[in-house]
Antibody, heavy 120, light 106 residues
Framework: EVQLVESGGGLVQPGGSLRLSCAAS????????MSWVRQAPGKALEWVANIKQDGSDTYYVDSVKGRFIISRDNAKNSLNLQMNSLRAEDTAVYYC?????????????WGQGTLVTVSS | DIQMTQSPSSLSASVGDRVTITCRAS??????LNWYQQKPGKAPNLLIY???TLQSGVPSRFRGSGSGTDFTLTITSLQPEDFATYYC?????????FGGGTKVEI
């Protein structure tokens, strides 16, 4: 059974940093593109970033470029999102998602999400 | 970035109704259009990808169509478990933008 379990969310002050992790199991993690998608309270989904199978390619939405870094550890079946210079508008539930094999950008499995709150 | 516009933003329907949700892209995305269902407090669930391909395990009452800039999600006979919010998403080019959502209510 495919499982994605996020962790690392919490309350952080504006300008602070937070590192999210996603533990993957039940599938060959190294074979899949992986993504982060977020959802601010009461708002629509927003795609944040994704990373190629071997970590050699990454893409970001403009609003997080230069502040967030997506990475992965295929030996540990782990996806990460390092979030720096956090702003109030980064407050959201952050979901880890697996991309369909050979069709990146389509998310077939999602974690339960972890809440990040940026507030003083 | 490609903008995705869904309509309506919400609708009221009854069990057994045929429901149609539309999604328009700000430029052509060929058939790189996906649909997700999200229930309150839960993660989204992939329904349809590449405009019309039904994801494994999704009931056949969900149908997707369209290409280029205009797309449609149809639920042919609404069931009680279908009351949720639906999102379209383009996977033609990064960033893979979502629409604003359509809430289907009783």
């Amino acid at each position: 059974e495919v499982q994605l379990v996020e962790s690392g969310g919490g309350l952080v002050q504006p300008g602070g940093s937070l590192r999210l992790s996603c533990a993957a199991s039940g599938f060959p993690f190294r074979n899949y593109w992986m993504s982060w998608v977020r959802q601010a309270p009461g708002k629509a989904l927003e795609w944040v970033a994704n990373i190629k199978q071997d970590g050699s390619d990454t893409y970001y939405v403009d609003s997080v470029k230069g502040r967030f870094i997506i990475s992965r550890d295929n030996a540990k079946n782990s996806l990460n999102l390092q979030m720096n210079s956090l702003r109030a508008e980064d407050t959201a539930v952050y979901y880890c998602a697996r991309d369909l094999l050979a069709i990146f950008g389509v998310h077939d499995y999602w974690g339960q999400g972890t809440l990040v709150t940026v507030s003083s | 970035d490609i903008q995705m516009t869904q309509s309506p933003s919400s609708l009221s329907a009854s069990v057994g109704d045929r429901v149609t949700i539309t999604c328009r892209a700000s430029q052509t995305i060929r058939n790189y259009l996906n649909w997700y269902q999200q229930k309150p407090g839960k993660a989204p669930n992939l329904l349809i990808y590449t405009a019309s391909t039904l994801q494994s395990g999704v009931p056949s009452r969900f149908r997707g169509s369209g290409s280029g800039t205009d797309f449609t999600l149809t639920i042919t006979s609404l069931q009680p478990e279908d009351f949720a919010t639906y999102y379209c998403q383009q996977s033609y080019s990064s960033p893979f933008t979502f629409g604003g959502g359509t809430k289907v209510e009783i």
